[in-house]
Structures are given as C-alpha cells and as structure tokens.
C-alpha cells in the first residue's frame, strides 16, 4: 500500500513529461510551418513544410488527444498541396476523441478551414460536405464574414440561390469590405431566379 502514492507519482510525472514533450514539438513545428509559409521559394517550402509534419506526426505520438497537432499537420500537408490528406489530419482533429481539446472558437476556425480545403477539391459531394462544415461553424461562432461568404458561394454550386443571398448578406453585415460577397450580391440580385429569400 506504501508504494500506491509513490507509482502513482511516477506516471503522472511520466505523462507531463509526454505533455511537456508534445508541446515543444508542436512549437518546433508551428515555427516551420511560419518558415516555410514565409518563403518564396517553393522547394525550400515544402522542405520546411514536410518537417513541420514530422515534428507534428512526434506531438501526436506524445499526446493523442490534443487537437492542435492535428490540426498543425493539416495545415504543413495543405502547405504541400496534399489536400486530401490535409482533410484526413482535421477529421482526426474534430474526431471524438480529440475535439474537447479546443474551444468553440478553434473548432469553428477549424470546421471553416476544413470547408476551404473541400471546396478546392470542388467535387459535388465534397460541396455538399463543405456546407455541412460551414453551417455548424457559424453556429459555433457567428461574426465569421469569411465562412458566411464561403457558404454563400458553395449555396451558388448548388444552385440554392436564395440560401446564397442570405449567406452573402449575413457576410456583408459582419465585414461591410467584404468585395467578393458584395458582387456575387449584386449579381444575384439582377437574376430573376429570386423569388425571396430564408435567413440563417
């Protein structure tokens, strides 16, 4: 029974250590993903981008449940241009296992991130996929013009027009600059498809 307080000690000491670990690989990481984003040249970029990876593949091994290296890796594979695989490191990180690790505003951050990377796929299904994102991260956190302007363009492919004027009303409201929201508007509005519109 004496040794119980003192084995205990020794795990929860090892498991900070992996915590402490995984955290110092998650900055490596992050500062070579800044690197290679700020670099114009390509080859160095990917270079940095595919060790930012690694270094987020290292956090992961170190502490599973943390959202953020997940996410870290989606970013450096997108970096790349490996979207498909990008997609598959934010699934991880909106999984049920890690999603409790980020607040509201990080997952909304990540659903809007995910959905830009669906859409650049730009098949039908992955559209439709990308407004299901979309719609539960304005539910998270509404003053996104960027995921109302999105959700306003994926309504456009799918030809919910009406859908399309709300989102890109909603996304003039929040951010009055927003250029591409305020054209596809006034393209809209000159269509005689519009016969009324729904709100979010």
């Excluded at 995910?114 to 990308?130: H, I």
């Excluded at 013009?145 to 709300?166: H, I, P, Q, S, T």
Aim: proline share 2%; charged share 30%; hydrophobic share 40%.
């Amino acid at each position: 029974m004496q040794k119980i307080p003192q084995t205990f000690l020794t795990k929860l000491r090892h498991k900070n250590q992996h915590r402490s670990d995984a955290k110092r690989h998650f900055i490596i990481g992050a500062q070579l993903l800044n690197k290679s984003r700020a670099t114009k040249d390509r080859t160095t970029s990917i270079k940095l981008a595919k060790q930012a990876v690694t270094e987020a593949a290292k956090s992961i091994s170190l502490d599973p449940t943390d959202a953020a290296s997940y996410i870290l890796k989606a970013l450096a594979l997108d970096q790349q241009g490996l979207v498909t695989s990008a997609i598959e490191a934010l699934d991880e990180a909106l999984g049920d296992g890690t999603v409790s690790s980020l607040s509201y505003g990080e997952r909304s951050d990540a659903l809007l991130k995910r959905a830009e990377m669906k859409v650049k796929l730009s098949k039908r299904g992955v559209v439709d996929s990308a407004v299901e994102d979309l719609v539960e991260c304005v539910k998270l956190k509404g003053d996104n013009a960027n995921a109302y302007r999105l959700l306003g363009e994926c309504y456009e492919k799918k030809e919910m027009l009406e859908d399309a004027v709300v989102a890109y009303e909603r996304a003039v409201r929040i951010d009055p600059g927003c250029a591409v929201a305020k054209d596809a508007l006034n393209r809209l509005n000159q269509s005689d498809d519009l016969t009324g519109s729904t709100r979010l």
